[in-house]
């Protein structure tokens, strides 16, 4: 067991508890131990060992390519970084959609061989049975509700989703259908502020948004986005705090210049 009492572990009970005291849940995505290790220090509640690990870390399209091998070594650097934070982990695609005993084999090596304390699954009624299935196995599971990105050659589009009655009611049911099912927190993603709002409070478990507007418990953005690393991706619901593409861009154009120019190193930069 832990022996630094001073930092007090969120636990997904804490997660809950938020929501029944009205206190916002604050989630970025990590995917290696440095940056896991900034998040952790500065308080973030959760971090999200997200498979847009396949885009951020791996430069591909989708999230779609992503292996369960890969997601257990980004999770399992976050885990060795995060003293505080709860550290949730999606399961990727191919790992939880078919077979149930499947889905909660690929759950148990996860929590088994990175030390994470959660995981997250895209998808509503469709995989309920193995919803209940990890969550009877003493696994936590975070739901992901909207605009699945693991689906998007069935959505055929990254837009906002729900936007229709049938699809807004499809939701409204399955947040339902998992909350039933044992999940502690659901992500909505890219769906109309009004309907995550109702959902949100049709919940006794916390909603966290992104790109689902203000009215969700918590919400979570890819950190490299937020943080100005991703170039070129401003989707409306982005907020950049900061543009490191640009400030990592000119401090490595220093060092270039300091090293051809023979300014670095310095006498005191040797031995
Ligand atoms: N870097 C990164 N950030 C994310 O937020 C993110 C990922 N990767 N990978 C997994 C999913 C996919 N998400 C996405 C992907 C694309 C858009 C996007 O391109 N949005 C544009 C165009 C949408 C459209 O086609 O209408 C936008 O302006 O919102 C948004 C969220 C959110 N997630
Ligand atoms: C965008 C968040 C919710 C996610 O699932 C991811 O980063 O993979
Ligand atoms: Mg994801």
Not at 59 to 86: D, N, Q, S, W
Not at 120 to 147: C, F, S, W, Y
Not at 173 to 200: M, R, S, W
Not at 212 to 238: R, T
Request: proline share 3%; hydrophobic share 40%.
């Amino acid at each position: 067991m832990s022996v630094n009492k001073e930092i007090k572990r969120v636990t997904t009970h804490t997660i809950r508890q938020m929501k029944a005291n009205g206190e916002k849940i604050a989630m970025l995505t990590g995917y290696d131990y440095s940056m896991a290790r900034i998040l952790d220090d500065a308080g973030i509640d959760i971090i999200l060992v997200g498979d847009s690990a396949a885009n951020v870390m791996a430069g591909y399209e989708t999230t779609v390519p992503i292996t369960l091998e890969e997601m257990m070594f980004h999770a399992a650097a976050v885990v060795r970084a995060a003293k505080h934070a709860l550290v949730v982990v999606d399961l990727p695609f191919g790992t939880y959609q078919g077979d149930s005993s499947d889905a909660l084999k690929a759950a148990v090596r996860v929590m088994k061989e990175t030390g994470a304390h959660a995981l997250k699954v895209e998808g509503g009624i469709e995989i309920q049975d193995t919803v209940k299935r990890i969550v009877n196995a003493g696994i936590p599971v975070m739901g992901h509700l909207g605009l699945t990105p693991q689906s998007i050659y069935k959505f055929g589009t990254y837009t906002v989703r729900a936007k229709e009655e049938a699809e807004a009611n499809k939701l409204k049911t399955d947040a339902k259908y998992l909350q039933d099912a044992g999940c502690f927190g659901i992500v909505l993603e890219k769906i109309p502020a009004q309907l995550a709002t109702e959902v949100t409070a049709s919940l006794a478990i916390p909603t966290i948004g992104i790109g689902a507007g203000a009215g969700c418990d918590g919400q979570v953005l890819v950190v490299h986005d937020m943080l100005g690393l991703n170039k070129g991706f401003k989707p409306k619901f982005l907020r950049q705090y900061l543009n490191l593409y640009e400030a990592i861009g000119e401090a490595v154009g220093h060092y270039i210049r300091d090293v051809k120019s023979s300014a670095f190193p310095n006498e005191n930069e040797q031995y």
